[in-house]
């Protein structure tokens, strides 16, 4: 296990504060800190230009007033886009943030990280290159390390080899036959599971194991409970106040 030693935090912002705020914006990031968030949750993938930006989605449809594959995109193009007016006139302007210029913004605000690395399909290594060095590069020292996470095992792979240095956390539903094996390999410090498909049992396995587990994505105030109660130690949170108020 990798052997770093992290204090995660009850309650981790989902894509800034999706139940606020658009998700993965500037503005959602905003968010989630005036809500008392101290650690957000982003997804990172690559434009076509090699530029990693916040985005969840394959494509922009659903999120901006735009349309088409992220792969397909430039820089240029992704900056046209409105990526908060979808969500609520309130938030109109807001655009989809380069991971460079979120790094300033968390500086500024003092939160922690989970970078979740979000390639889009076939560039699954180049993404996890290509993020990895960019915030190897760029952190700030006065910030707390990051955490890397990934559904992908070929980016945090690619990331473990660019920034070993940086921890990392397998995202999964839940864990498959073998996980040990891999999760050694990858040398992470956490294991990411969809909270849904937890139970007592597997969350002392992962517990036993010498992994951090994190549930996702948990809005409901007693499920959180019940979860800390199997040793969950922090929750992704659409609301994260709704965690806080415990
Ligand atoms: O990192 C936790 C969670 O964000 C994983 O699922 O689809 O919301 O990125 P998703
Ligand atoms: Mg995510």
């Known amino acids: 296990m990798n052997e770093m030693s992290i204090r995660f935090p009850r309650v981790i912002g989902h894509r800034g504060a999706v139940g606020h705020a658009p998700e993965n914006t500037l503005g959602g990031i905003r968010k989630a800190a005036e809500l008392g968030a101290t650690w957000v949750e982003f997804d990172v993938a690559l434009t076509k230009d090699d530029v990693p930006?916040?985005?969840?989605?394959?494509?922009?449809?659903?999120?901006?007033?735009?349309?088409?594959?992220?792969?397909?995109?430039?820089?240029?193009?992704?900056?046209?886009?409105?990526?908060?007016?979808?969500?609520?006139?309130?938030?109109?302007?807001?655009h989809i943030p380069t991971l460079s210029e979120t790094i300033r913004l968390?500086?500024?605000?003092?939160?922690?990280?989970?970078?979740?690395?979000?390639?889009?399909?076939?560039?699954?290594?180049?993404?996890?290159?290509?993020?990895?060095?960019?915030?190897?590069?760029?952190?700030?020292?006065?910030?707390?390390?990051?955490?890397?996470?990934?559904?992908?095992?070929?980016?945090?792979?690619?990331?473990?080899?660019?920034?070993?240095?940086?921890?990392?956390?397998?995202?999964?539903?839940r864990p498959g036959k073998g996980w040990q094996d891999q999760a050694r390999a990858l040398d992470c410090l956490s294991i990411h599971c969809n909270h849904r498909a937890l139970d007592s049992k597997i969350a002392s396995e992962i517990r036993n194991a010498g992994y951090h587990l994190l549930a996702y994505t948990v809005n409901d105030a007693k499920?959180?409970?019940?979860?800390?109660?199997?040793?969950?130690?922090?929750?992704?949170?659409?609301?994260?106040?709704?965690?806080?108020?415990?």
């Open 106 to 173: 968390l500086d500024t605000l003092g939160l922690g990280v989970n970078v979740e690395i979000k390639p889009t399909p076939g560039r699954e290594s180049e993404t996890g290159r290509i993020v990895a060095k960019q915030v190897a590069d760029e952190w700030p020292n006065s910030m707390r390390a990051p955490v890397f996470s990934s559904f992908q095992v070929e980016a945090l792979v690619a990331a473990q080899q660019a920034a070993p240095a940086i921890p990392r956390g397998w995202l999964m539903r």
């Open 53 to 94: 930006v916040l985005l969840h989605d394959e494509t922009v449809d659903r999120t901006t007033d735009g349309s088409g594959n992220l792969a397909d995109m430039t820089l240029q193009d992704v900056q046209a886009l409105d990526a908060g007016r979808w969500f609520s006139d309130a938030f109109a302007g807001e």
């Open 223 to 246: 499920r959180a409970l019940k979860l800390f109660e199997w040793g969950v130690e922090s929750v992704f949170s659409d609301y994260p106040e709704r965690i806080l108020a415990i």
